[in-house]
Nanobody, 128 residues
Framework: QVQLVESGGGLVQAGGSLRLSCLTSGRAFSSYAMGWFRQGSGKEREFVAAIGWSGAQTYYADSAKGRFTISRDNAKNTVYLQMNILKPEDTAVYYC?????????????????????WGQGTQVTVFS
């Protein structure tokens, strides 16, 4: 199993910024691509961004491209999501999780083998 603790969310006005952090422990963190996912109230969980195990490659949902930046520090077992130019539609609980690409799609999905490892997430609320 892997333990995941997200932090950094909050209440912010539209156009503002937040930096989310995800501290991991357990199975070899640096061996896995990691993703950020979010789930708005009454909505399905959706992919936001992913980063390869080395940090050299990053991937974004269209909604995040140009505004969000994912990064990781393997020495600190931490993944980050810098969110700029926030919009009310970014309001959601944000989670990090080991991720894998979805074949034939630009999206990434959570790796099933880590089921049971979801953290509490961190709430992001953007008001206009």
């Amino acid at each position: 199993q892997v333990q995941l603790v997200e932090s950094g969310g909050g209440l912010v006005q539209a156009g503002g910024s937040l930096r989310l952090s995800c501290l991991t422990s357990g199975r070899a963190f640096s061996s896995y691509a990691m993703g950020w996912f979010r789930q708005g109230s009454g909505k399905e969980r959706e992919f936001v961004a992913a980063i390869g195990w080395s940090g050299a490659q990053t991937y974004y949902a269209d909604s995040a491209k140009g505004r969000f930046t994912i990064s990781r520090d393997n020495a600190k077992n931490t993944v980050y999501l810098q969110m700029n130019i926030l919009k009310p539609e970014d309001t959601a609980v944000y989670y990090c999780f080991p991720a894998q690409p979805v074949y034939g799609s630009k999206r990434w999905s959570p790796i099933p083998g880590f089921s049971g490892s979801w953290g509490q997430g961190t709430q992001v609320t953007v008001f206009s």
